[in-house]
Structures are given as structure tokens and as C-alpha cells.
Nanobody, 127 residues
């Protein structure tokens, strides 16, 4: 499967952005999806995940209540709505396909459990 992330940009603190990740190739709806981010000089970190149907979601504590992950299986697209952005949200954001259709345990937080990655989209939040 190929993933194409888009929607990044420059936004002021307190603003909003919506990221999109379009998938092609294998059956999109068979897989849970995740968003990760990587800030300069830091390791890639988990942001959010969603199961195959969209009925189950998980968030990192740092974004809970501000970010919302969703998906449209008819459009083969997963979204990340980011509100109340902070300068510390500045990073390259990546979407990826999870190794399962459901989000069991805490394995969804591990980047090693994802096997297809998009190219990333840069989000810059100015103070």
C-alpha cells in the first residue's frame, strides 16, 4: 500500500490544521491506521490510532482532547484534525498502516508495529 500525507503547514499557536493520508493499493479498510510525529532531534512518537472501522480510537496523552483521528473507508483516507495547536506540536507527521485491524493492548503505540509509512507532512506552530 502507498500512503500520501498532506495538509501540513505553518499555523499560529491556538490554530487548527487537518492532515489527510490517502492510501492506495491493498484494501484500506482491512487495517487500523496510525499517526506519528517526529520533531527535530527527537525520536518518532505515537500521536493517534484508529481501528479498521473507525469505531475505536487511541491518543497520546499530549494530544488528547485537542486532536481527533478519523477515517473514510470509501475514500481510502485517514484524517487528523488538530486543534489548539501548540509550538511543541511542531514536527513532521507521518501516517502508517498498522499490522492488525484492531487496536489491542498498547502495541499500537510502537512504530515497529506499523509496516507502511507515508512520506510525512511538516507542521510548524509558531508562538
Amino acid at each position: 500500500v502507498q500512503l500520501q500525507a498532506s495538509g501540513g503547514g505553518l499555523v499560529q499557536a491556538g490554530g487548527s490544521l487537518r492532515l489527510s493520508c490517502a492510501a492506495s493499493g491493498r484494501t484500506f479498510s482491512s487495517y487500523a491506521m496510525g499517526w506519528f510525529r517526529q520533531a527535530p532531534g527527537k525520536e518518532r512518537e505515537f500521536v493517534a490510532a484508529i481501528n479498521w472501522s473507525g469505531g475505536s480510537t487511541r491518543y497520546a496523552d499530549s494530544v488528547k482532547g485537542r486532536f481527533t483521528i478519523s477515517r473514510d473507508n470509501h475514500k481510502n483516507t485517514v484524517y487528523l484534525q488538530m486543534n489548539s495547536l501548540k509550538p511543541e506540536d511542531t514536527a513532521v507527521y507521518y501516517c502508517a498502516t498498522y499490522s492488525d485491524s484492531i487496536l489491542g493492548g498498547t502495541y499500537y503505540q510502537r512504530s515497529s508495529e506499523y509496516d507502511n509509512w507515508g512520506q510525512g507532512t511538516l507542521v510548524t506552530v509558531s508562538s
